[in-house]
Structures are given as C-alpha cells and as structure tokens.
C-alpha cells in the first residue's frame, strides 16, 4: 500500500522556521519525484518545491527560493521541507506528493494534477 505522510507542521511567528517531513512507503523510492505542494483557504493548491530521488534535482517556486530547502534521505524514503524567514502569506496546508520521473520532467514539477499519490496534509500557520 503506497503511503504518504507529512508531519512537522504547526503554529510559528513571522521570520521563524519549520521543518516538514514526508515519509513514503509501498513504491520505489528512487524512481519518483517528491513534490511539495500547499493550498491556502479559497486558493488554487499550488507547487512549492520538487527533488528527484534518483539523482536528486530540486526545484523551486519562485516565491519561496532562498527561504525553503528541500532535501531527502534515501535510506529512509523520506524528503524534507526546511521552511526559513516563514511569513503569514506562507499559511496553509503542506501535502507531499510523489510521481513517477519518467512520467513527469522536472520542467513540469508543479503541475500537481499529474502526480499520483498524495498525502493527507500538515498545517502550517504564521502569525504576524
């Protein structure tokens, strides 16, 4: 059974940090992007960074480059989401996601309808 699941969100002041982790099991690890995903109440869900497991190529959305790290551990098939300098425009619920590379070039990473297998969310909140 592929599962996903994120954990590390919750409440945090402005210009503070959180580190989300996404744990995946019941698929093969290195053959898949794991894409960080999030969606604010009324909004579009939308991408916030991308690393390939196999060779680990990341990617970023433009509004959250130099503040989010993304990195994983292959050993433990899990991928992080380092979030620094947070700000309350970054409030929402966090999902990691997992697709097949083959299936979806990196240049496409933030197309989120296409990925196949999500997790159930974190929510991250900042106060200003």
């Known amino acids: 059974e592929v599962q996903l699941v994120e954990s590390g969100g919750g409440l945090v002041q402005a210009g503070g940090s959180l580190r989300l982790s996404c744990a995946a099991s019941g698929f093969t690890f290195d053959d898949y992007r794991i894409g960080w995903f999030r969606q604010a109440p009324g909004k579009e869900r939308e991408g916030v960074s991308c690393?390939?497991?196999?060779?680990?190529?990341?990617y970023y959305a433009d509004f959250v480059k130099s503040r989010f790290t993304i990195s994983s551990d292959n050993a433990k098939n899990t991928v992080y989401l380092q979030m620094n300098s947070l700000k309350p425009e970054d409030t929402a619920v966090y999902y990691c996601a997992a697709v097949r590379s083959k299936y979806l070039g990196g240049h496409a990473w933030y197309r989120y309808r296409l990925y196949d297998y999500w997790g159930q969310g974190t929510q991250v909140t900042v106060s200003s």
């Open positions: 690393i390939s497991s196999s060779d680990g190529s990341t």
